[in-house]
């Protein structure tokens, strides 16, 4: 008897011990990161802390079955069982919950949830199967199940990577382009991870925003904003942002000015919410700035149109977003533009840039040299849309609540004549942290949907883009949308852009304008991010880069269009967009030769040291 104690006793005590290893692993996951370099602490750490969220879960499963399993004694395993449930459910809710980079709780705790459940399942299963009469056909129904979702996991597995090389116009990218040959991963995580799991979590990530009634209108015009309200009207007139550093959150909520009254009032922002008890309309306005008209006219505005010596210029920037995933995520937009190309009686053409190739695996590198054409500029650099400033009347969007060019670009100046980005840093989207970075359930890299007053946060975007257009129909225009909807660890929201992104383009006027739509890299978060296999690495690394262009301003161009084609295949970077968007915009300075224009003249084959690409980062197969 004293024999079998002792031995329930360390059969116990080990069971116990299992339980103490997981809080030990799943507090070893929660290391705060870097609060310098927290991107990079993180890339180089995330391998070890998944891996801790993972044996942290093994222990916590195995700590469950040796409860259930154990021939402790039905008093033992009650205790042992009822340990391990309040022990995991203590460790979970009383450490640190934080979504952000640094404290990134919020994104321990999903993994270890997403983790545990499986294996907890399959414990609690087989527990209930041993002591049935019908475990033999329990048994086979599981195993005919795992059987099923083997093979269908095998068969996309096996197709995973068809159709990878794909382009536009039924192109391929060429593997073995001279001074960068491509090596085609034997598996896409990417691609099975949205066969797996955009049908089941996407839908909860991209599900509608709940719509607000229109109980207020803006008058047809006029300024003026009447509502439908019995009670008094909240009017919200949010700040215009410019040049603003810290806390974005703090500035739009301390700053706002709000005014109750009935009857119509006179709207002087650019962005104002109404509110009638619980229900919030969001209104918009693009107001003509004189300055701007001005600078670029040279005169009072006139009330005829002024013919465009330059196209107009609309870049539509997606964080985070492979050339692939423009195919996987936005397959109405790639339509679009198949359909723009095949129309003879199209006024423009469309092109790709398949060898498009970032510079690191985060957004600072890639915008730095994007927009400033420069690796490491001093700071206060100039933008391409300072430098275009002279000819162009500017407007930026930006769906984060954060000073976008102080942050990445060095940047401390108010650089465009509209800018819209108050409406980001709303409690509703933002949430009411001011210091969190980078939260899992709200914002603009959050998993789920992305809602404002009703409508999706890209949607406000979109409209104001048109109202800007709309606002200087006699005058050259340059606009920049950015979007985040692809910057986020679960791998589902970005299809949420493609109707609304589709539309909208389907509303410019492709004679005059010229649109670039692009990334700076690929997907670089989450569990795909983690496994760091060659396919993710080159879903990191090849970025998309496609262009819309007038044919008239090609025809002007001479051979644009036989360069143009000549560098779908070539290496290019984020210094050649810099270049190509000053040369739409009819920038006849000096251009650095490793920022050249893929209109002006036809790239010769190169590999990453001559494109400027670190090695480290260097996908070519071959490096030079």
């Given at each position: 008897m004293h024999m079998r104690r002792s031995r329930q006793f360390t059969l116990a005590a080990g069971a116990v011990l299992l339980t103490v290893a997981g809080q030990f692993f799943y507090l070893g996951s929660l290391a705060e990161a870097d609060p310098v370099e927290t991107e990079a602490w993180l890339k180089a750490n995330l391998p070890w802390l998944g891996l801790q969220v993972l044996l942290s879960t093994v222990c916590f499963a195995l700590g469950f079955a040796a409860a259930l399993f154990l021939p402790l004694g039905r008093r033992a395993s009650c205790a042992l069982l009822g340990w391990c449930l309040l022990s995991m459910l203590l460790l979970l809710g009383m450490t640190n919950h934080e979504a952000s980079q640094r404290m990134h709780g919020a994104y321990n705790f999903a993994g270890f949830v997403i983790l545990v459940t499986p294996q907890l399942l399959v414990v609690f299963a087989s527990r209930?199967?041993?002591?049935?009469?019908?475990?033999?056909?329990?048994?086979?129904?599981?195993?005919?199940?795992?059987?099923c979702i083997t093979a269908l996991v095998a068969r996309s597995v096996h197709h995973s990577t068809a159709g990878w090389e794909r382009g536009l116009f039924g192109t391929q990218l060429r593997l073995s382009n001279p001074g960068c040959t491509t090596v085609k991963p034997r598996i896409s995580l990417a691609h099975l991870w949205s066969d797996f799991v955009d049908p089941t979590f996407g839908r909860w990530s991209r599900r509608p925003c709940t719509a607000e009634p229109a109980f207020s209108r803006r008058w047809s015009g006029?300024?003026?904003?009447?509502?439908?309200?019995d009670d008094e009207t909240e009017f919200m007139l949010l700040p215009t942002l410019k040049g603003q550093l810290g806390s974005m959150i703090a500035y739009v909520q301390d700053r706002a000015v709000f005014v109750r009254r009935k009857g119509p009032f006179n709207l002087t922002t650019e962005a104002a919410v109404v509110t009638c008890g619980k229900h919030r309309n969001l209104h918009l306005r693009v107001p003509r700035d004189h300055d701007a008209v001005m600078r670029v006219s040279g005169r009072p505005p006139p009330k005829e149109d002024v013919p465009l010596a330059a196209p107009n210029i609309v870049v539509i920037f997606v964080d985070a977003l492979s050339r692939n995933d423009f195919f996987r995520k936005l397959p109405t937009t790639m339509h679009l533009l198949e359909n723009v190309h095949g129309d003879a009686n199209s006024p423009a053409d469309v092109f790709q840039l398949m060898l498009y190739h970032s510079l690191s695996f985060h957004t600072r590198p890639n915008t730095l040299a994007m927009f400033t054409g420069e690796a490491q500029p001093p700071d206060s650099p100039l933008t391409l849309w300072e430098l275009l400033r002279p000819r162009y009347v500017t407007a930026i969007v930006d769906n984060t609540c954060l000073e976008w060019s102080a942050k990445y670009l060095h940047n401390r100046s108010a650089v465009a004549d509209h800018r819209l980005n108050a409406p980001w840093c709303l409690p509703e989207y933002a949430g009411v942290s001011r210091d969190e970075q980078y939260p899992l359930l709200y914002g603009a890299w959050s998993v789920q949907r992305r809602c404002i007053a009703g409508r999706a946060v890209h949607e406000w975007a979109f409209e104001y883009g048109r109202r800007f257009i709309d606002a200087?129909?006699?005058?050259?225009?340059?606009?920049?949308?950015?979007?985040?909807?692809a910057h986020e660890p679960s791998y589902t929201v970005a299809n949420v852009l493609d109707t609304a992104l589709a539309q909208f383009l389907a509303t410019l006027d492709l004679n005059t304008t010229a649109v670039v739509l692009l990334s700076d890299h690929g997907y670089h978060m989450g569990l795909l991010n983690i496994m760091d296999t060659w396919g993710s690495i080159l879903e990191n690394h090849r970025p998309g880069w496609f262009m819309v262009l007038p044919k008239w301003w090609l025809a002007a161009r001479g051979d644009a269009e036989e360069n143009l084609r000549a560098n779908e295949q070539s290496l290019v970077t984020p210094f050649n967009v810099f270049g190509t968007i000053l040369d739409l915009g009819g920038w006849d300075d000096q251009i650095d030769p490793h920022a050249r224009s893929v209109v002006r003249e036809a790239i010769p084959p190169r590999g990453c040291t001559r494109a400027r690409v670190p090695l480290r980062r260097c996908t070519c197969a071959k490096p030079e």
């Open positions: 209930i199967c041993c002591g049935s009469k019908y475990s033999r056909h329990i048994a086979v129904i599981v195993a005919s199940v795992i059987f006029s300024e003026l904003i009447d509502a439908t309200c200087y129909p006699d005058l050259p225009k340059f606009l920049m949308l950015k979007f985040t909807e």
